[in-house]
């Protein structure tokens, strides 16, 4: 089986602190908006937690994981035909 693409844990946490840090900050003096930032932070974490957990059900499965930092990824086998 070749390599499961996921995103890399880095881009939950920096949506996260974005959120975190200056979102919530920006809509402190709205409680509706605050409780919709709120809720999207709770949904990332919650992603972020199934991520690990899909990672971890892998591991024990020894099927690799590929983490990308983008869309435009390309893997060493790709690289190596276009050369």
Avoid: G
């Amino acid at each position: 089986m070749e390599q499961i693409p996921l995103p890399s844990p880095i881009h939950y946490e920096l949506i996260l602190q974005l959120l975190e840090r200056q979102t919530m900050l920006a809509v402190s003096d709205n409680p509706n908006l605050r409780h919709q930032v709120n809720q999207l932070i709770i949904t990332l974490r919650k992603a972020a937690v199934q991520q690990k957990h899909l990672e971890e059900i892998c591991q024990s499965s020894f099927v690799e994981i590929d983490h990308r930092w983008s869309l435009n990824h390309l893997s060493t086998e790709q690289v190596a035909a276009s050369e």
